[in-house]
T-cell receptor
Framework: DGGITQSPKYLFRKEGQNVTLSCEQN?????MYWYRQDPGQGLRLIYY???????QKGDIAEGYSVSREKKESFPLTVTSAQKNPTAFYLC??????????????FGDGTRLSIL | DQQVKQNSPSLSVQEGRISILNCDYT??????FLWYKKYPAEGPTFLIS?????DKNEDGRFTVFLNKSAKHLSLHIVPSQPGDSAVYFC???????????????FGQGTILTVHP
């Protein structure tokens, strides 16, 4: 079955530690995205990538980093510079050419907590 | 600046009745609108979308209406079922081409509860 796989489902971070969240898709989508969800809020865009080896900052990129070395993979690193990392992190992907109306498909998320 | 707003944090409806979820936006450059449904501890699932060139799109029990002059979007669910109980997010795409392609702005979500 095609889809988006996020791992781990739960992750704990110690003070001063960097952690990496995995996102893999087998939908052959060009574009991938990382969002953060906090209680009572909508999804906020952290980073997105339209194509391999290219990515752009979203609305809340500070304290995060990404890479896009392969089409199917878009890992997110939460660095020690992110002072409030506790949240639910969602990865998404979308396909189609520019201007085509393809919805984003989401993984099941990773919940990150501070120890 | 919240460009997409869902002003009702929650909505409670009786099974079989209509559920109407509302969404307002401020940016006239949004050209594509979507509704997502989300259960706890899961990712959002795409429900239905509408392009800004249309004012209505229907898919089974779900209908989305777009009023561009009012910058207002609504999702109608008829008839509502207990399994529809979830958080519903509206989202809008700002498309200037290039790096903005596909970027979505989400509302805060509305918790829908459908009572048997």
């Amino acid at each position: 079955d095609g889809g988006i796989t996020q791992s781990p489902k739960y992750l704990f971070r110690k003070e001063g530690q960097n952690v990496t969240l995995s996102c893999e898709q087998n939908l052959n989508h060009d574009a991938m995205y990382w969002y953060r969800q906090d209680p009572g809020q909508g999804l906020r865009l952290i980073y997105y990538s339209q194509i391999v080896n290219d990515f752009q900052k979203g609305d809340i990129a500070e304290g995060y980093s990404v890479s896009r070395e392969k089409k199917e993979s878009f890992p997110l690193t939460v660095t020690s510079a992110q002072k409030n990392p506790t949240a639910f992190y969602l990865c998404a992907s979308s396909g189609g050419r520019a201007y085509s109306n393809q919805p984003q498909h989401f993984g099941d998320g990773t919940r990150l907590s501070i120890l | 600046d919240q460009q997409v707003k869902q002003n009702s944090p929650s909505l409670s409806v009786q099974e079989g009745r209509i559920s109407i979820l509302n969404c307002d936006y401020t940016n006239s450059m949004f050209d594509y609108f979507l509704w997502y449904k989300k259960y706890p501890a899961e990712g959002p699932t795409f429900l239905i979308s509408i392009s800004s060139i249309k004012d209505k799109n229907e898919d089974g029990r779900f209908t989305v209406f777009l009023n561009k002059s009012a910058k207002h979007l609504s999702l109608h669910i008829v008839p509502s079922q207990p399994g529809d109980s979830a958080v519903y997010f509206c989202a809008a795409r700002y498309n200037t081409g290039g790096t903005s392609y596909g970027k979505l702005t989400f509302g805060q979500g509305t918790i829908l509860t459908v009572h048997p």
